[in-house]
């Protein structure tokens, strides 16, 4: 375990108060945090006995006078822009339902996807008629939060041509809470799998066509969005989406050691993108380590090792040294 390091909290009541710190540590429900004077309670804690208390599990977090507890695993919460890939669990009026690993099920509405060979129309009844031969129960999909509702629900949207139907590839979920927000949630891997890190916790990784060059040609060959070579709509019925096409062994070997990998950095809690994944995808081939054995858990230390150096040493960069507040130079 890396030493606790403690982020200093400035003087708010007057010149003369004391300078205060937090702990940036694992707390447990019933937790003293410090004391409840001069702070205000955020998520996550309760004022006990003029103190500041933990009600969950988590890291102390600090913004100005609030003090939260971030909670290590929880469901994912939504915002919007947030790249997300999600199973279909419903066909309901005009909409479906996705399981998105958030505390409900988010929304795909009819008119925020693209219909095959139409251009921006209003829907109509035989588009409601045919929407499972756009989108069926069980299909995987990568989408993007596009509104969010009072009640904590968010509605989706797949009317860019890096969205849309998933085929041909494998899903890994993770604890959302490790997602780290990137410039791009689309990545090509040089072992020639391209990878969507939903921030919800799902991750798709599929093999990369033989013409894919970079990162933008792999978010839109990631995803199995329905051809816009379609005619008409009625086309679409007898076209649920691109055919399934044969695997290499290469290509799936690929895969399940990526897979892998991410298990891996799941299991000691390491931010999950695609740098922390290729890191510990080189590590396990400099081990010489089989698919199987990369799930030992000796083995999944020694794989996680080179990037848990790495990690340590953002976190240390990040922590302003020494106990005495300071104005902060972001």
């Given at each position: ?11 708010y ?171 791009s ?13 939903g921030f ?30 379609m ?28 897979r ?30 089989d ?40």
């Amino acid at each position: 375990m890396s030493k606790t390091s403690r982020l200093a909290l400035p003087a708010y009541a007057s010149s003369t108060q004391t300078t205060r710190t937090v702990d940036t540590r694992v707390v447990v429900p019933g937790e003293v945090i410090l004391p409840h004077d001069g702070f205000l309670r955020g998520h996550g804690t309760y004022p006990k006995d003029g103190m500041l208390c933990a009600t969950v599990a988590g890291m102390v977090t600090q913004v100005n006078k609030l003090i939260s507890v971030v909670p290590l695993k929880s469901r994912f919460v939504a915002r919007i822009g947030d790249v997300v890939v999600g199973r279909i669990v419903e066909v309901a009026h005009k909409r479906w339902k996705v399981d998105v690993q958030s505390q409900q099920d988010a929304v795909l509405m009819l008119s925020s996807i693209n219909i095959p060979g139409s251009t921006q129309r209003r829907r109509s009844a035989a588009d409601e008629l045919l929407m499972r031969s756009f989108f069926a129960e069980g299909d995987l999909i990568s989408a993007e939060v596009q509104s969010l509702y009072a009640d904590g629900g968010c509605s989706l949207a797949t009317r860019s041509s890096k969205y849309g139907k998933l085929v041909d590839g494998l899903l890994v979920a993770v604890n959302p809470s490790l997602m780290k927000r990137t410039a791009s949630h689309f990545h090509s891997f040089p072992c020639g799998i391209d990878a969507i890190f939903g921030f919800n916790g799902y991750i798709w990784l599929t093999p990369s066509p033989p013409e894919a060059e970079g990162d933008d040609v792999a978010s839109a060959s990631a995803t199995g969005a329905i051809p816009s070579s379609m005619n008409d709509v009625s086309t679409a019925a007898a076209d649920t989406g691109p055919p399934f096409k044969s695997v290499p062994l290469d290509a799936r070997k690929a895969i399940v050691r990526l897979r892998n990998a991410i298990v891996a950095l799941d299991s000691v809690f390491i931010a999950i993108y695609a740098d922390s994944v290729w890191e510990a995808y080189q590590a396990s081939l400099e081990l010489e380590l089989d698919l199987p054995d990369m799930l030992h858990a000796s083995n999944m230390e020694a794989v996680t090792a080179r990037v848990r150096e790495v990690h340590d040493e953002a976190m240390a960069a990040a922590v302003v040294p020494g106990v005495e507040a300071g104005p902060s130079s972001a």
